[in-house]
């Protein structure tokens, strides 16, 4: 009897970097990146199979995964996993899956669906990038998760049961915060915090820092030099 459970994986991608670029990168972000997968970019396949990298990974307890672009001539209407004929010689050598396919497989789903994303993206006029910037042009709702590899700014509230990742520096500029926040940049603007956790450069808000956010409505600053240091904006 068969038993399956659907789950969602998410997963960071490195697109180009030194192998001691990417190192570095992962030590220093590693607290932000736990719960993601590791992609490399079919340039960088020589990279993921240095035994250093592997050990870096292995020791953070973070895995990766190897995916290699799909050509558009390879590409169909279906995207069936368990192709009959795509996997008809490679089970009358090996019953097991070729992991490989699979794999591929689930890069051209992704890219469909970050394609579909885009036009959605574009339609509403919610989300644009600007450079290394995102910025969203609403609120982000309950249940959803939001991740930028650079700055990003909201303009408008993180509801409860929202997920903000930012590897830059971070700006809401609604007039609430409920979600869960985690900002490793120099700096993070909001307003107010409610409820929620929010991890700045590593470190848990504790409740004075929270109380002292919390003085007023105005937008504030926050910046980590040995402690934390709160400076009030104008009002807008």
């Known amino acids: 009897m068969v038993k399956a459970r659907q789950k969602t994986i998410r997963v960071f991608e490195f697109e180009e970097g030194t192998l ?7 030590l220093k972000h590693a607290e932000l990146l736990r719960n993601y997968y590791f992609s490399f970019k079919d ?3 020589a990279t993921i199979n240095d035994e250093g990298l592997k050990k870096l990974l292995s020791s953070m307890n973070m895995q990766y ?15 069936s996993l368990f192709d009959d004929e795509c996997y008809k010689d490679d089970l009358d050598i090996d019953p097991a899956f070729d992991e490989t396919k699979i794999l591929d497989s689930l890069k051209k789903a992704a890219l469909l669906k970050e394609e579909s994303d885009d036009v ?6 919610t989300i644009t990038r600007n450079a ?14 939001i991740f930028s590899a650079g700055d990003c700014v909201i303009h408008g509230n993180v509801h409860s049961g929202a997920s903000v990742t930012c590897m830059g520096s971070l700006s809401i500029l609604g007039k609430k915060c409920e979600g869960n926040i985690n900002c490793d940049g120099d700096v993070l603007i909001l307003r107010n915090i409610f409820i929620g956790r929010v991890t700045f450069q590593g470190n848990i808000l504790n409740k004075e820092d929270v109380e002292a956010i919390n003085l007023n409505s105005n937008l504030k600053m926050l910046r980590l030099n040995q402690r934390l240091e709160i400076t009030e904006l104008n009002p807008l």
């Open 65 to 79: 995964l190897e995916f290699k672009d799909i050509k558009e001539e390879e590409s169909d209407d279906g995207l």
């Open 132 to 145: 290394d910037t995102l910025v969203i042009n609403r609120h982000v709702r309950s249940g959803e998760e």
């Open 43 to 45: 340039e960088l396949l």
């Open 20 to 26: 001691d670029e990417i190192k570095a990168y992962t």
């Open 120 to 125: 959605e993206s574009i339609s509403d006029s």
